[in-house]
């Protein structure tokens, strides 16, 4: 009988000790909510950029260009003829309500005269070439990307970190048998002395082939695990894994395929990001 009663006894016991070791509620971790910057996708047009290098030499020739489209009116120079710096070279008519003069912007003798009276120019074809001093800019164009650039093509190059603009003026169509590239030079915009560049020195060449309208995104705003790919916020506030596809590039950005207009792209706090979590942006409004 007494044992019955202790058995009880520390059935009763160990009932209330149980009880007592059970919470009152579950108690679940909170999600890891992370902070990001977002920027709404919406086409822009920008210029179209094949990058290249070259090297800063020097020429007994420099060619001036036409930055307009027009009929020469009136030529009013000859190949051996001295001519200075804002005399006026050629004289073309734009439409019926304006005519641009043409002006030489250094001293020189006359090379060879391109452009003839009556004929029309289109934007960035040479006129004329003078016998000068003359720095230009030496670089070799691969063979994927020959066909996309001409005489006349414009450029922006930088050159000891200084900018400035051009445009190629001469492309052989032979390649270099020991580098297997197009050698091709560029007339640098605008007059210098010659201690403005170091011969030698090295260029940094953005050549202009073109605009495209479309999605253009910083280059550092895409990741890589083997296929490029970003970021977006989604309308549950939650991280979406978006692949793209890179269709060509412009100055600091890359025009893209795979986003749509109004898509919120994450820009900043993707770092140890993961697709599907929580995220937020600031108070401020969406850029």
Do not use: W
Not at 71 to 89: F, H, P, S, Y
Not at 102 to 128: A, C
Not at 248 to 260: A, C, P, T
Not at 268 to 278: A, D, I, P, V
Request: with cysteine; glycine share 8%.
């Amino acid at each position: 009988m007494k044992l019955k009663i202790i058995i009880s006894c520390l059935i009763i016991i160990i009932g209330i000790s149980g009880c007592s070791l059970i919470p009152d509620k579950i108690v679940k971790s909170e999600e890891v909510v992370r902070t990001v910057e977002v920027k709404e996708v919406k086409k822009e047009m920008n210029d179209i950029i094949l990058d290249y290098l070259g090297t800063v030499i020097v020429n007994d020739e420099r060619i001036l260009f036409t930055d307009v489209s027009g009929t020469i009116t009136r030529v009013n120079v000859a190949a051996g003829q001295k001519v200075n710096k804002d005399e006026e070279l050629f004289m073309i008519e734009e439409n019926e309500d304006n005519t641009i003069s043409i002006n030489s912007d250094i001293d020189g003798y006359v090379k060879e005269v391109f452009g003839k009276s009556r004929t029309t120019v289109q934007e960035g074809d040479p006129l004329i070439s003078l016998n000068v001093y003359n720095h230009r800019v030496s670089f070799g164009i691969i063979s994927k990307d020959i066909k996309k650039v001409d005489v006349g093509t414009k450029v922006n190059i930088t050159i000891n970190g200084v900018e400035t603009s051009g445009r190629v003026c001469q492309i052989s169509p032979y390649p270099d048998q020991s580098s297997k590239t197009f050698p091709a030079q560029i007339e640098l915009a605008g007059t210098y002395d010659k201690e403005d560049y170091i011969v030698g020195a090295v260029a940094e060449i953005d050549l202009i082939i073109g605009q495209e309208e479309g999605f253009y995104i910083d280059i550092n705003n895409v990741l890589n695990e083997g296929d490029p790919f970003v970021y977006l916020m989604n309308d549950d506030n939650r991280a979406v894994k978006k692949n793209i596809t890179i269709k060509g590039y412009s100055k600091n950005k890359i025009l893209i395929e795979g986003l749509n207009e109004g898509d919120k792209l994450i820009i900043s706090g993707t770092s140890n990001l993961k697709e599907g979590q929580k995220v937020k942006i600031p108070e401020e409004e969406v850029e």
